[in-house]
């Protein structure tokens, strides 16, 4: 689908919010007005509109939830093309919002001085145009640890706690590897789930993956790419690692329920996600570990589209959710990690627990995994587009089993030549 629009600048905050949330010329208006909020996957968001809604009795919100990052930003390119159809607040998820930010005009300038500071600088700074106009309100980040099972995990015969399983997966990404082979020697499981999840930990590493911010794409020419790519395959099919289950399919969706896998990546928002697939299975823990170091994957953004009807009143729910106090309970909700500077130092996230994970110390595992990340890769324009084209490549190999390696990276190289 292509996104044609002419990128350009402007737009003016037309009115500021107060501490409750309420802009500053709509609050009190006894008009009863819908409000539509559009997210995927888990945004920890039922309650908190439950709790809007009550703290305004002229305000409904109907929740849209897509059920992938994917058809989510189609929905929003579709409608933002037409001039028609967006949700009053659409999320957008970090790896496709400088697409976005190509078209700043089609978003309401968020910027407000009741905002300044609320966020990392680096997560308020890439939702900043040139000329100061905010498009998004930072919602979670995404640092990752690694969740495993501890039932698979003694079965092998491996630590089981989570600070000794720390200290077994502390390392580069091919001792994380090497120890996967060390598991699956003794076990029916495999490692992982699949190269292409796997891939996302190990390509937000890379500090310019596949674009220069001159625009130049480097994505086939880079050594470190086609090597990260060599090793990840290396891993997943040479060593029978992993478990082939490409990533929100249904397939992969089942494996929770069947022994398919023993570890994967885990930013906080992936929490909510292997709970709702794992209903019944006991075993799952989270280790204080990454390969590499740190690594943030994933994180979004409230925006507000200027096509809509009720664009004051968007605002002033987009403001109150992304606050502090709101990031704190999606957390509880679903493990979102909020990005927000005040929410990293509640006592309340420091001393958060995740009871399906064995109880584990979620706020502070995820708050030193945050702390772990040194910087944040430049995602280009095209980044989607050619991550897009290397999941695909990883998923012949790993998942349908049509290529090896070099065959599907001619492939690749192919469709990112396509890209123009």
Not at 344 to 353: D, K, P, Q, R, Y
Request: include cysteine; proline fraction near 4%.
């Amino acid at each position: 689908m292509t996104f044609t629009l002419a990128a350009c600048g402007g737009g003016d905050n037309e009115g500021s919010s107060n501490d409750n949330g309420d802009s500053s010329e709509e609050a009190g208006s006894g008009e009863q007005i819908t409000l539509t909020v559009a997210t995927f996957n888990e945004f920890g968001y039922e309650e908190l509109l439950e709790e809007y809604e009550s703290l305004h009795d002229n305000i409904t919100v109907e929740h849209v939830k897509a059920d992938t990052a994917d058809n989510a930003r189609d929905a929003l390119r579709n409608s933002l093309g037409a001039d028609s159809g967006a949700a009053d607040i659409e999320a957008i998820e970090i790896d496709w919002l400088v697409e976005f930010m190509q078209y700043p005009d089609k978003f309401s300038d968020l910027s407000d001085p009741s905002v300044d500071g609320r966020w990392q600088d680096w997560k308020a700074d890439a939702a900043t145009t040139d000329d100061g106009k905010l498009i998004g309100y930072g919602t979670d980040n995404g640092p990752q640890a690694i969740c495993y099972r501890a039932d698979l995990f003694e079965a092998a015969g491996l630590p089981t706690e989570r600070e000794e399983v720390a200290t077994l997966l502390e390392g580069d990404w091919q001792h994380y590897f090497d120890v996967g082979k060390d598991f699956v020697a003794t076990s029916d499981s495999a490692w992982f789930d699949s190269a292409g999840a796997t891939w996302q930990g190990m390509i937000n590493q890379v500090e310019v993956p596949y674009q220069e911010p001159s625009g130049e794409i480097i994505a086939t020419t880079s050594p470190e790419v086609r090597s990260l790519y060599d090793q990840v395959l290396a891993a997943s099919t040479d060593a029978e690692l992993s478990a082939g289950l490409q990533q929100w399919t249904p397939d992969w969706v089942a494996g929770f329920q069947s022994d398919s896998f023993a570890t994967m990546l885990c930013p906080g928002w992936m929490l909510g996600i292997i709970e709702g697939n794992s209903e019944g299975v006991e075993g799952w823990d989270v280790a204080n570990v990454f390969p590499g170091g740190g690594g943030n994957w994933g994180g979004s953004y409230l925006t507000v589209p200027a096509q809509g009807d009720h664009i004051e009143e968007a605002k002033a729910l987009a403001n109150w959710l992304t606050e502090p106090e709101q990031q704190i309970k999606a957390f509880e909700a679903k493990g979102t990690f909020p990005s927000q500077v005040e929410a990293l130092e509640s006592e309340t996230l420091l001393s958060s627990t995740n009871e399906f994970f064995n109880n584990a110390p979620t706020g502070q595992i995820f708050v030193d995994r945050a702390k772990a990340i040194t910087f944040q890769p430049f995602k280009g324009p095209d980044y989607f587009s050619i991550n897009s084209a290397l999941q695909d490549a990883l998923t012949r190999v790993d998942v349908d089993g049509t290529d090896d390696a070099q065959t599907s990276w001619d492939k690749f190289v192919a469709d990112v030549e396509a890209l123009g």
